[in-house]
Nanobody, 123 residues
Framework: QLQLVESGGGLVQPGGSLRLSCAASGFALDHYAIGWFRQAPGKEREGVSCISSSGGITNYADSVKGRFTISRDNAKNTVYLQMTSLKPEDAAVYYC????????????????WGRGTQVTVSS
């Protein structure tokens, strides 16, 4: 079965950190650009970050730049999103997606979506 599975979400206090993982099964991630998206209640899904297939290009939305870091380990077939200095407005369901290329911080030509992992930022 071809799928992406996110993990690592949870409850964290403002200023805290989390590391999300996006693991692929049934296919190799190294052929794909990988993006992270998020969707808060009542809001549209928005792009957060994108990493090229080689990992050489990374891009971030302005709202997370300097706080989030995207990386990939193609040997482990996994992409990560390290989130630091978390704010209440970062709370959302975070999704990863495998696509053809990064257009800035947006992944285009998406072939696969994960089901998401919840991030809650609250004291």
């Amino acid at each position: 079965q071809l799928q992406l599975v996110e993990s690592g979400g949870g409850l964290v206090q403002p200023g805290g950190s989390l590391r999300l993982s996006c693991a692929a099964s049934g296919f190799a991630l190294d052929h794909y650009a990988i993006g992270w998206f998020r969707q808060a209640p009542g809001k549209e899904r928005e792009g957060v970050s994108c990493i090229s297939s080689s990992g050489g290009i990374t891009n971030y939305a302005d709202s997370v730049k300097g706080r989030f870091t995207i990386s990939r380990d193609n040997a482990k077939n996994t992409v990560y999103l390290q989130m630091t200095s978390l704010k209440p407005e970062d709370a959302a369901v975070y999704y990863c997606a495998a696509g053809g290329f990064c257009s800035g911080y947006i992944t285009r030509g998406i072939s696969y979506w994960g089901r998401g992992t919840q991030v809650t930022v609250s004291s």
